[in-house]
């Protein structure tokens, strides 16, 4: 007899407008869904047994995925719009969708960040990526801090199964929450396939990339910009390689997150470099990929990092990043050779390093094979097997 096929409803409002980082690692699932959709016996087995409902706040828009179909032309994904987009996200996800939820005849709910709808009885599938907001509360505001605190908590207590992004998050959900290791499936995010494919029109991203001031050789810097990632240090290692390559610049791509107003600013007064950095809020993804790929290296200095994707990107793209310790690369290749101590003189003496190594190409390799272990397909077949586990047939 046939397995029931089970509705998930997946919060999916990260999606929209502009993607953020959840809504990247969602999309990023979805699309090893797809695969495995395609895939040959057994892999898709497992597959047939759920039907995914993605659950949106705001208006109908169109997305590559929602067309996504199995080997029998079942659709996938389906996107169910409230059309409230003037709700803020947690307000909609606390109040709102609990109703849609029954009301589309949802069997579990999937959250892929941070906080699940507390008002819901259905079992429950909760990501965490990381817990900075225990570990660096001066990062946030008080009432923020407080908020995801409490969402983070109580949804950690009620999921069915707490999912984290590496295995140092697993560890922070253990030592902080103090959850069961047979609570907690590691789910990693992988590198998207644009950012190791051969450019289809490299004459056209690097005008594109010239058009945003952003011409050869410079460092890159790709990331919000937080407390916790000093920024800082790049300008000093801009500033000290600027005396052997004067003509080398700095690329800070990310949001300023960073608490008070004017404090990068201020930093890149004091730098010495300010006519030397370009300064990007926003890259589109479409050019990303190319803006990784014409870097001499990445810079990604982290105090705390629940995965650090990034790093990933980067060597995918054919550039090496210097990081520092803590991030989802020390797992994946435990013998980087551009991994710096977390401090000033150690990591711009590895900016150096990098910089001048006649090995940059052979480690560039090594990073593209590490990085092409990870595999949106394989993290979304562990969510099958992990839903599979919690709701058995």
Do not use: N
Not at 21 to 26: S, Y
Not at 270 to 284: E, M, Q, Y
Not at 348 to 376: F, H, I, N, Y
Request: net charge positive; with cysteine; hydrophobic share 45%.
């Amino acid at each position: 007899m046939a397995s029931r096929v089970v509705r998930v409803g997946v919060v999916a409002y990260e999606m929209e407008g502009r993607p953020s980082g959840v809504g990247r690692f969602l999309e990023g699932l979805l699309s090893g869904l797809a695969e495995l959709a395609e895939a040959e016996e057994p892999a898709r087995t497992d597959l047939e047994r759920w039907s995914f409902q993605l659950f949106f706040k705001g208006e109908p828009f169109e997305h590559p995925l929602f067309a996504a179909r199995d080997r029998r032309g079942r659709l996938l994904f389906e996107p169910i719009f409230d059309r409230r987009p003037s709700w803020r996200p947690i307000a909609w996800e606390q109040l709102r969708l609990p109703t849609l939820l029954r009301a589309h005849g949802a069997g579990a709910v999937f959250s892929p960040g941070y906080s699940l709808p507390l008002l819901s009885d259905l079992p429950g599938f909760l990501t965490l990526h990381d817990l900075s907001f225990e570990r660096r509360p001066e990062e946030f505001a008080p009432r923020e801090r407080w908020r995801r605190r409490l969402l983070a908590r109580w949804g950690a207590r009620r999921a069915a199964r707490v999912f984290a992004s590496s295995r140092f998050g697993g560890d922070e959900l253990m030592r902080l929450y103090g959850l069961a290791r047979r609570r907690i499936t590691l789910l990693s995010a992988a590198v998207a396939p644009r950012f190791a494919a051969r450019p289809a029109d490299p004459e056209g991203e690097a005008l594109a990339l010239a058009g945003l001031g952003v011409r050869p050789p410079y460092l890159l810097w790709v990331g919000t910009l937080l407390p916790r990632r000093p920024i800082g240090w790049a300008l000093a290692a801009l500033g000290r390689e600027r005396a052997r390559h004067p003509e080398l610049t700095l690329v800070v791509a990310g949001a300023d997150r960073m608490p008070g107003h004017g404090v990068f600013a201020e930093e890149l007064a004091a730098s010495g470099v300010a006519d030397a950095v370009v300064r990007l809020p926003f890259v589109p993804d479409a050019l990303l990929p190319a803006l990784y790929r014409e870097a001499e290296l990445t810079l990604y200095p982290s105090a705390y990092e629940g995965f650090g994707l990034p790093p990933l990107e980067s060597l995918a793209a054919g550039t090496p990043a210097v990081t520092t310790p803590g991030q989802a690369l020390d797992d994946l290749w435990p013998g980087d050779p551009y991994r710096a101590p977390f401090e000033l003189e150690g990591f711009c003496a590895m900016v150096k390093t990098a910089l001048a190594d006649r090995r940059r190409d052979a480690v560039v390799t090594e990073g593209q094979a590490r990085v092409a272990t990870l595999s949106w397909r394989a993290s979304a077949a562990r969510l099958l097997a992990t839903l599979a586990e919690e709701l058995p047939a």
